[in-house]
């Protein structure tokens, strides 16, 4: 008679590194030497699993046999062999006959994933036979196990698993206990308090007990390069765990573990997002939101979104005084931009300013409330949705809102799990739940990999970035945060080092409560000289050859912005001592005249991105790494149009230049479209024409080159009147061949430049 084996997935997979074999046992840092480009088994019997805990329906559902293992599952695997190094016999002894082990967990969360953990790691450790478990326990995951063919009786044997989380019917304990000894089966009970939980007579019956513990940093160092793997993203390095990350591991929740991971993520980008959720996560706790006194006023840096929020302030204000009805109002809104330009606070200050009530939510509170079955989840979100309704006029905030997925880019076996999710929202956000007077406020740093539906009419209506804020910005929000103190010190050489260094308005908060530490520490009072040390010291100045290099630079992209009509040329810097380097423009019919961009406007504006670097080597002989890096960089940008033009527009002479291969800003698709080797061709090819129409450009106005970067150095700041005075045939001459600019822009934008 045969016994069960593992299925496995039907998709071609690779085959692990037979190194596997060779780890030791129990340890987490075996499973770190062993290479990622493994096979990833699933499994079905022969282990059974049975929640006795009277709320433990979500739980079992949670866990379903024969599925990949959940992020945080794959971390509780890791805790698990943590737990093992310390009892290598533990998982052998757990499959003898009518042995009883109890496995302790952290919590009821982390209980669920260590049950789908246990299920794959004791699988494997049977799998191999005797004599031979350390080495199937070293590969556990890496490889399918085959039963163990030490004979029929052997071969049929399972494993029963019963798991309490909440509140125990006792006598289903003890009905699983009795029925596991008469048969002889291994029993494993597993509970985050199981002196507590389990039925007295199972705990007389103990034969082992576990204790599973928390992850740590390394932990969360190896499964970030493990997810990273199943994206493609192979690495036989370990990544570097921040430090706040290593310091909050064992506070770590597998909502949290789950929420941090993104489509096509790196180890490191993985690593970034979880100290990011942990950051939010630890600001609410010390925070409370009733206490706060911002409002839109005090509130600097926001950009386009403060004169968007004064306005609905006023509007909210005369809706909850009866003089505007609610089908006059906007009902929602998404703020994107980076991490700590002021998002989450906008909406407490909107809420504040127009004096209604405010309230915080977000998928990862929907998702951890109780089980997070779904449920629990759809039913949280509809309380959340009640209580504002409650409380009607109000402000709601759901905070990253990007953790809600794309319908449409979904391709994973829980599809229908997340599509429930999408729709649940929807229907919330609808007119069908009568949500009068409830303005809903969602932030993320990128909102283009939002579902569609969310950002339709009548649900979050508008899109609004809030972008890194300049060094004006930045002085305002330093004048805020130090409360009077240094009033009359100038502190535009600060900002101006602040914004050098990208800082945020959350960066400016930390470097003021870090001087006052200082100066309380020095018994004195607050020194700008404290803000210099907090801020990281006085930024050294530029030598003569560098200024001069990033001059030529800019200039080539501000003679190319004002000669070829690819947009309206404001103003250009040249930072001292480096960051703050930049052309600012408006970058035309491109953006927001879509329906009349022809080949050769799309062609002058990527070449207007290209200019600087062709300026570089017109004058200089070479190009610098200047232009490119950054996700926003000249290259970056300039690659990114050239999709947009050939793949969205159909603006090249290639055959099939007719059809449209989807929307390139969506995530993931310009570097699906860029593997294409025909594709990758047909854009550099528009580069390379674009790059050679910038290069005979930038040749032609020489002279005008020299004189815009001879002022740049010299003044490091030109606005738009200066720059086109340095433009006219007394300052320069436009030998025969220069375009003409035909003019012309609609938004304005702002092409950073980073050193």
């Known amino acids: 008679m045969t016994a069960d084996k593992p299925r496995r997935r039907k998709t071609p997979t690779r085959r692990a590194s037979s190194r596997g074999k060779a780890a030791s046992a129990g340890s987490a840092d075996a499973l770190a030497d062993v290479p990622v480009d493994m096979d990833w088994p699933t499994y079905g019997a022969p282990i059974d699993v049975k929640f006795i805990g009277a709320g433990d329906e979500a739980g079992r559902s949670l866990h379903r046999k024969g599925s990949g293992l959940r992020p945080a599952a794959e971390c509780a695997l890791l805790m698990l062999r943590a737990a093992v190094e310390a009892q290598p016999d533990f998982v052998r002894r757990s499959w003898e006959p009518s042995a009883v082990s109890v496995l302790r967990v952290p919590d009821a969360a982390w209980g669920v994933e260590v049950i789908a953990a246990w299920d794959v790691l004791a699988e494997q450790a049977m799998a191999a036979g005797p004599g031979d478990e350390a080495a199937s326990f070293d590969a556990v995951r890496l490889r399918p196990a085959e039963p163990p063919c030490a004979g029929p009786e052997r071969g049929r044997l399972r494993q029963s698993v019963i798991a309490a989380l909440e509140r125990v019917r006792k ?124 409002t839109l006023e005090t509130l600097p840096g926001l950009g386009a979104a403060e004169a968007w929020g004064r306005s609905t302030a006023r509007d909210l204000r005369a809706f909850a005084e009866g003089r505007l009805t609610w089908s006059e109002l906007d009902r929602g809104v998404v703020l994107e931009g980076p991490p700590g330009t002021g998002k989450s606070s906008f909406a407490r200050a909107l809420a504040n300013s127009a004096g209604v009530d405010f309230l915080s939510t977000s998928l990862a509170q929907w998702q951890g409330d109780r089980d997070g079955h779904l449920g629990t989840l759809l039913a949280a979100m509809r309380r959340t949705f009640v209580e504002a309704r409650r409380k009607s006029p109000c402000v709601l905030l759901i905070d990253e809102i990007d953790s809600v997925p794309d319908r449409n880019s979904v391709r994973h076996r829980h599809r229908d799990y997340v599509v429930q999710v999408v729709d649940g929202l929807l229907e919330q956000l609808d007119g069908a739940a009568d949500r009068e007077g409830v303005l809903v406020v969602g932030t993320c740093n990128d909102a283009s990999g939002l579902d569609h539906a969310l950002t339709r009419a009548g649900r979050l209506e508008r899109v609004i970035r809030i972008a890194r804020p300049d060094a004006v910005a930045l002085l305002a929000i330093y004048r805020v945060h130090l409360a009077g103190e240094l009033a009359d010190t100038d502190l535009a050489e600060l900002a101006g080092a602040a914004e050098a260094r990208r800082a945020v308005g959350s960066d400016v908060e930390l470097w003021c409560r870090e001087a006052r530490r200082s100066a309380r520490a020095h018994g004195r009072s607050l020194s700008i000289g404290d803000l210099w040390a907090a801020q990281g010291g006085r930024p050294l100045e530029r030598d003569e050859q560098t200024r001069r290099r990033i001059a030529i630079h800019e200039a080539g992209h501000a003679i190319a912005f004002a000669s070829l009509g690819a947009g309206v040329l404001h103003r250009v810097s040249v930072g001292r001592t480096g960051g703050a380097d930049f052309t ?72 099939e230049a007719l059809v449209h291969l989807g929307d390139v800003d969506r995530p993931g698709s310009q570097e699906r479209l860029l593997a294409d080797p025909q594709f990758r061709a047909r854009v550099a090819s528009l580069l390379t024409r674009s790059h050679q129409e910038a290069r005979a450009l930038v040749h032609a106005r020489r002279d005008c080159l020299d004189r815009i970067a001879e002022v740049l150095v010299e003044k490091g700041d030109v606005d738009a009147d200066a720059l086109l005075r340095l433009l006219e045939p007394g300052h320069c001459h436009a030998t025969e061949g220069t375009p003409a600019s035909p003019g012309g822009s609609v938004v304005t934008g702002r092409k950073g430049r980073s050193r």
Do not use: W
């Open 171 to 294: 006598d289903g304990a003890e009905d699983e206990l009795h029925l596991a000894a008469r048969a002889g089966t291994p029993l494993v009970a597993i509970s985050h308090h199981p002196d507590g939980l389990f039925h007295p007579d199972l705990l007389l019956a103990e034969d082992q007990r576990l204790v599973v513990g928390r992850p740590d940093g390394r932990m969360l160092a190896i499964l970030a390069r493990t997810l990273a793997a199943m994206e493609g993203n192979l690495s036989d390095a370990l990544p570097v765990v921040p430090p706040e990350i290593a310091k909050a591991a064992e506070t770590l929740t597998p909502a949290l573990v789950l929420l941090a991971r993104r489509p096509g993520q790196t180890a490191d980008g993985y690593l970034r997002r979880l100290a990011e959720l942990v950051r939010r996560r630890d600001a609410g706790a010390r925070k409370d939101p009733r206490r706060s006194s911002v």
């Open 584 to 655: 600012e423009y408006d970058p035309g019919p491109i953006v927001s005249r879509l329906p009349v961009v022809t080949a050769a406007v799309a062609q002058s504006l990527i070449g207007a991105l290209l200019a600087g670097r062709a300026a570089e080597e017109e004058v200089l002989g070479a190009a610098s790494a200047g232009a490119g890096g950054a996700p926003h960089s000249d290259l970056a940008l300039a690659t990114r149009i050239a999709c947009q033009t050939i793949g969205m527009l159909g603006l090249d002479d290639h055959p």
